[in-house]
């Protein structure tokens, strides 16, 4: 079923064209990425399907019915009520439902309305109707629901009383999301839903998102998550649309084959145009040839003539370099506490860095990863044990926020101010490699955009030439073409890395370590971020394995000795397990729900009813049967993460 269609849109800002004739189409269980630069016009499209903005030309259409939910970047849910009394409103129909059949219990257990046969009936008939769609519309389970979500959005450890208004803006974005996913509309569109997502996060929302019944059109720059979700790739670029089918990854291949094969007709027919022309040339003042040289003369005329293929936009051009080499030792953290105010949020932290080593820095929202950043370039204080630098380091340190570029001045002066030696035609250079060129270096600071501020924030980072760089999330902000240049400038580094990112596809590139932080300590793993998940997979299912077996205080080594097929085998057997008793599970689901609609019409049967004993009877196994219900609709969710 068509769910959307927008035809010949067009859009301008004053009397820029930001958007033309724009075609795109979503039907039921689409799933579209929407990329493109940053200032491609993404989010105005966006908010124009939305109906949040206007558009200048062009149609968008869509049946009555069909219902959209969208998520802005960094929308914060504002409200005064508590997380679960605000989860709770998006059920407000169905609990007025459950409200309403109450209320027709009540009335069909009054003495009079069961004297009356013919007004019991209708009341029983109205019942019937509202229990079915009660059913239906998951009245038995949005309370799970709910839980499920906030669960896999990483509220699991929260008091669910706790008032919104008292959460951070990160955690209030997690809140807006988790509303839109309860809602569940037709089409629902996110623009940069992973803001604020850790890894794990990241996950459940995959696997949440494949399983959606509706259409899904996102805008995002994680690599990772649009190949795990999408299955249709638009691109807006140069003001105009192109629709790719397949994820993330299979979308660059196509372009680059078009790319190539457009050039190819391109070149093949510019060759045809210029042996036309030159046998024109020498054969058309003859007159033995001059026919022939004539009707060639129109073929020209006539050609459909191809334009040169345009290619990618200009993208950032950049390398970081260093001034002097550091010591084989660049850094030793030992015992360490980090926090704020003398309230540590980690502590027992060692790790040791050497020379050339690019570590990941991974772990929930929240831990401290970027309070440990702060404590390395000391604008923050350890809370105990020590930071020790190496010999001849440098340091270049990159905040995500980028707090620092909040001046007033000129992008120009602004790198301009800190490195004066150098001339403005070098400045401009530096810039114009960050796609600062004409006019943009004139901008002021505090006006520029996330991705400009991020850019701007790398040319100061490149002009330092420090020996080892700490980045905390370098990819926020940055559109994915920019993301690219970036990670083939650091993996070309000849210095020592230590990054923050939630970026997968980002830490597989560039990690030579993955370095996980807890709330006591940290796990070192040697390989990039699929090494260091299939190592956590391996280590939760022998945990498991363990587990159940009651095999308990088995050391490293013992586990080491376990072999590649034995290790397979008992992830397979796990995994039957698992699926075995999500049947079960979804089976005992299914009578509960009958036998709650069975104690239902029990309790509205006149006999049953003048039996007080029976009907106490009855009452108690319906609130045991739903009860358990509950229980086992948890526990589902949990099992078909």
Not at 45 to 69: N, Q
Not at 462 to 472: E, G, P
Not at 568 to 590: A, G, H, V, Y
């Amino acid at each position: 079923m068509i769910l959307l269609q927008v035809n010949q849109l067009a859009k301008y800002y004053g009397a820029d064209l930001i958007l033309s004739n724009i075609k795109l189409e979503l039907q039921t269980r689409d799933r579209a990425a929407l990329v493109g630069r940053n200032g491609a016009g993404k989010s105005t499209l966006l908010k124009i399907i939305a109906g949040h903005l206007s558009h200048d030309g062009g149609e968008v259409m869509k049946p009555k019915d069909v219902t959209i939910g969208y998520l802005a970047q960094n929308t914060g849910l504002e409200s005064s009520l508590s997380i679960w009394e605000e989860m709770l409103t998006v059920f407000d129909s169905l609990r007025h439902m459950e409200s309403t059949l109450r209320q027709l219990e009540q009335q069909m257990a009054n003495p009079d309305v069961l004297k009356d046969e013919t007004k019991y009936e209708r009341i029983l008939k109205e019942y019937d109707h509202l229990q079915v769609k009660f059913k239906e519309l998951g009245g038995y389970q949005y309370e799970a629901d709910i839980r499920s979500v906030l669960h896999g959005l990483n509220f699991h450890s929260f008091d669910h009383s706790t008032p919104i208004s008292t959460l951070s803006g990160g955690q209030k974005t997690r809140l807006a999301l988790g509303k839109l996913l309860l809602k569940k509309p037709d089409i629902l569109i996110l623009d940069e839903p992973t803001n604020h997502l850790d890894i794990d996060t990241l996950s459940w929302l995959e696997q949440y998102l494949q399983g959606y019944e509706g259409a899904i059109l996102i805008v995002s720059h994680d690599r990772y998550f649009l190949d795990k979700v999408v299955n249709q790739v638009y691109e807006i670029s140069r003001k105009q649309i192109q629709k790719f089918p397949g994820n993330y990854s299979a979308y660059l291949v196509q372009k680059a084959e078009n790319y190539e094969r457009d050039m190819k007709q391109f070149e093949k027919q510019q060759d045809e145009i210029s042996k036309l022309q030159d046998f024109i040339q020498r054969n058309l003042a003859r007159a033995s040839t001059t026919k022939r040289a004539q009707s060639r003369r129109k073929t020209l005329e006539k050609m459909d003539r191809l334009d040169r293929p345009m290619g990618d936009e200009k993208s950032a051009s950049f390398s970081f370099s260093i001034e002097k080499q550091s010591g084989n030792d660049v850094l030793a953290v030992d015992s360490l506490a980090v926090g704020y105010g003398g309230s540590k949020v980690s502590e027992h932290i060692s790790f040791h860095v050497t020379r050339g080593e690019s570590i990941a820095l991974v772990g929930p929202n929240g831990i401290g990863k970027s309070t440990l950043l702060k404590t390395i370039v000391n604008k923050l204080p350890a809370l105990s044990g020590q930071v020790r630098n190496g010999s001849n380091l440098a340091i270049g340190y990159y905040d995500q926020e980028q707090a620092e570029l909040t001046s007033n001045k000129r992008v120009l002066n602004e790198l301009w101010d800190e490195y004066p030696l150098h001339s403005e035609k070098d400045i401009r250079t530096v810039l114009g490699n960050f796609l600062f060129s004409g006019d943009d270096v004139l901008k002021i600071v505090s006006t520029l955009s996330g991705g400009e501020k991020a850019r701007l924030a790398l040319s100061k980072l490149m002009m330092q030439r420090a020996n080892l760089l700490i980045l905390d999330e370098p990819t926020n902000h940055l559109d994915l073409d920019s993301k690219e240049v970036l990670e083939n400038a650091l993996i070309d580094y000849p210095g020592t890395i230590l990054f923050v990112s939630h970026d997968r596809y980002f830490i597989n590139r560039i990690a030579t370590r993955v370095l996980e932080l807890s709330r006591d300590g940290s796990t070192d793993y040697l390989g990039d971020y699929d090494y260091y998940v299939e190592k956590k997979l391996e280590m939760a299912e022998l945990e498991a394995l363990e587990s159940s077996s009651s095999i308990k205080n088995t050391t490293a080594a013992d586990s080491g000795e376990r072999t590649a097929y034995q290790q397979d085998k008992e992830s397979k057997k796990l995994e039957r397990q698992r699926k075995r008793r999500l049947e079960e599970i979804e089976l005992k689901i299914e009578e509960l729900e009958e036998d709650i609609q069975r104690y239902d019409e029990q309790l509205c049967d006149p006999v049953i009813f003048q039996d007080h004993e029976k009907v106490l009877e009855i009452t108690k196994l319906n609130d045991n049967a739903k009860e358990l219900l509950e229980q086992l609709m948890e526990e589902w969710s949990l099992f078909a993460e």
